[in-house]
């Protein structure tokens, strides 16, 4: 019997694979998509996701994927307005299909069973599994199984749509500060850039449905019209990789968990991403979760806890940020100053977890 099987192996998952088979444990890690792949992401590692690198002893090596250093935050409203926020710790810009290949190296390095591509289909009362080479299903026991596929589509109770998408793309020929996350409000919706290894920059936006249409760079042309800044910054950029589009579930914490099952990240809880902390939570709910079970000393209720609490703040905190950002009547409220004062820019970070 196994004693942890893992489904998916983004950055939760590959944390938790590692750290259980460091511990000695039997751990099968099962992902669906051949690596490397690219995602739908803000690919900005905060300060919670590298402390837990760190804490691993992996910073160095992930030093070696040559990650943007992140030091600011603007924010640019729909009316011209502009906030400078100083990060309190640095952020990373790195691409999901140079970390998630980089974090599966190590955890298959430290023992743990991959299983690749392969698709979880079922997880009660056994874990059902799908070679999807030789189609193949396996029926496979474990002691635990930890959901880590980013949306909690296996849990029982699954998280409603929100009616949003996420659309994403890397660009070159940015005009932006190079050390900066920047989110832009336009109408009714935001959206954030961020430079990343190789000279591009990543593009991220949330976009309702009923805005959303066939063709995506014309849907793009029109949001960049709608902030003067983000205008700016797209003067001479050009798109070097293909649109993706997913949806933007948001939920909170389960108060009721299935037996033996434990999710992580965004398949435990997911918010606003506006905070650009959805890997770190995924990487230290891993941790956490890890912790735990290599404790030998499993209370799922105080995880349960622990877990909330990770989440509470910036879940409230994010959700009105994302508001404020793409109201423009909201934004008629935000005066220049604000960002000159101390005080009220280290409350906007805190809120936002960071």
Known sequence: MLDALIIGAGPAGCIAALMLARGGKRVLLAEQHRFPRDKVCGECLSALGYRVLERLG??????????????????????????????????????RVRLDQWLLYHAKA??????????????HPSVI???????????????????????????????????????????????????????????????GIAPI???????AFSVPKCRMQSDLDALFA???????????RFRSASRC??????????????????????????AAASIEPVGGEGMGLAMHSAELAANMLLSERVDLSVLRRSFAILWRTRSISCRAVARLVSSPRMSRLIHPSISAIKPLRRAVMALMGK
């Open 58 to 95: 992996l910073s160095e090596s992930f030093h070696e994927l040559d990650p943007v250093k992140l030091t600011q935050n603007h924010i640019h409203l729909s009316n011209g307005t502009s906030l400078h926020l100083p990060l309190p710790e640095p952020m990373w810009g790195i691409s």
């Open 110 to 123: 430290s023992g743990a069973e991959v299983l690749q591509p392969a698709r979880c289909e079922e997880v």
């Open 129 to 191: 599994v799908r070679d999807l080479v030789s189609n193949q299903v396996r029926s496979l026991q474990s002691r635990w199984t930890l959901l880590a596929d980013g949306k909690g589509a296996l849990l029982k109770a699954k998280p409603a749509a929100t009616g949003d998408l996420g659309l994403k793309a890397h660009f070159t020929g940015i005009r932006g500060p190079g050390n900066a996350i920047e989110l832009f409000g336009v109408h009714g919706h935001y959206g």
């Open 197 to 203: 290894e190789n000279g591009t920059w990543n593009v």
């Open 222 to 232: 029109q949001v960049v019209e709608e902030n003067p800044v983000f205008r700016e």
């Open 241 to 266: 990789t293909p649109w993706l589009v997913s949806a933007l579930p948001r939920f909170g914490i389960s108060h009721r968990w299935e037996p033996n099952v434990i999710a992580l990240g965004n």
